[in-house]
């Protein structure tokens, strides 16, 4: 399968725009490591090859283990996650596979009881963001690894 298009060529100002939103995402309360299992996972539903690829590139350059990369799918029954990381998980699938009847008081009262609300708000609009990317390079079939170079993910090294 081929690109559909150039999304950047074809919209560069509101693509510039969305590279901004994501970038000031990445500012907010959750840490980056966190930002980059909710990306994978939130990649991993939507069935977004290229972000996928790119998050866990990303994720081995800055030192995640390849065993909870590989666990990430599995986070429930792992044991390789923090109560924290469970609960921005647990948010990640709620918002991400919005149900009929909206994300259930449960996952909320999970989510509240390890992050503080700026938390949970700045994790949702990360959410929010990779949702918009997962989106977009889906629909266009970005090639994944074709923006390998420009964002330094070359570096990656799987054994």
């Known amino acids: 399968m081929s690109q559909r298009l150039n999304a950047f060529a074809q919209s560069p100002e509101l693509f510039k725009k969305y590279i ?18 909710v990306e994978i996972r939130a990649s991993q539903i939507n069935g977004c090859a290229f972000c996928l690829d790119m998050h866990v590139k990303e994720a081995k350059i800055h030192g995640e283990g390849e065993l909870r990369l590989h666990h990430i799918a599995i986070w429930r029954e792992s044991d390789q996650f923090s109560a924290r990381e469970r609960a921005c998980l647990a948010w990640t699938e709620a918002l991400t596979t919005l149900g009929v009847h909206g994300v259930p008081d449960d996952v909320y009262e999970h989510v509240r ?9 700045d994790l949702s609009f990360a959410i929010m963001a990779i949702n918009g990317w997962n989106r977009l390079n889906v629909g266009l079939r970005t090639v994944p690894g074709s923006a390998d170079k420009a964002y330094g993910l070359d570096k990656a090294r799987f054994g």
């Open 113 to 121: 009881a390890e992050l503080s609300e700026k938390e949970i708000s």
């Open 20 to 37: 901004e939103f994501s970038t000031l995402v990445k500012s907010g309360a959750i840490e980056q490591s966190i930002l980059t299992l």
